[in-house]
């Protein structure tokens, strides 16, 4: 049973605009979330968190969203670049320890284009 | 090296084989972390190695999955008696020990893709 959820498989944006990733969960005691970026041929690596405490986290221009009553969370990027096309991973987990407490989605694969 | 190094890149067997996937991750990062991700799934979790205690193996699939680390190092994945079902991405990480953020400081390798025919 997927407990997170990507509904997107794909997603395109024109170089400039902005993209919106989305992610659903439906475990309530997830309590931290995490979006990771792969490119092909490499592994998935790290871009930004959330706290459950928090409803918004932004590093440049990244920025995190979390609705907890919708059990709802995106990912936007503004202004989106070519080299930001990638497979985004949302992943959550409760507790924030335990390697087998880290769930994640199917992946949403974004293309930028110039 | 710089990085979580995984071998082979890509392996294909037929069904029935057994097959060993090699991690060996960064110098230094006593934690160790399998996943695996079939196609149109999820990363699942698989097994977990911190030091020298016992592994956290609640994710393994089947008795016919099995993992064994080398004290702080290589890690090798073993899957006997291949399936079709066993077809997928299988994903090394090592970060530091477990603590606070942990998750955000995973560092995965670029994966083993298995094919089971």
Sequence with gaps: DQQVKQNSPSLSVQEGRISILNCDYTNSMFDYFLWYKKYPAEGPTFLISISSIKDKNEDGRFTVFLNKSAKHLSLHIVPSQPGDSAVYFCAASHGRTGANNLFFGTGTRLTVIP | ?117
């Design chain 2, 1 to 117: 090296g710089a990085g979580v190094s995984q071998s082979p890149s890509n392996k294909v067997t037929e069904k029935g084989k057994d097959v060993e996937l090699r991690c060996d991750p960064i110098s230094g990062h006593t934690a160790l972390y399998w996943y695996r991700q079939r196609l149109g799934q999820g990363l699942e979790f698989l097994i977990y190695f911190q030091g020298n205690s016992a592994p956290d193996k609640s994710g393994l699939p089947s008795d016919r999955f099995s993992a064994e680390r080398t004290g702080e190092s290589v890690s090798t994945l073993t899957i006997q008696r291949t399936q079709q079902e066993d077809s997928a991405v299988y994903l090394c990480a090592s970060s530091f020990p477990l603590a606070g953020d942990w998750a955000n400081v995973l560092t995965f390798g670029a994966g083993s893709r298995l094919t089971v025919l």
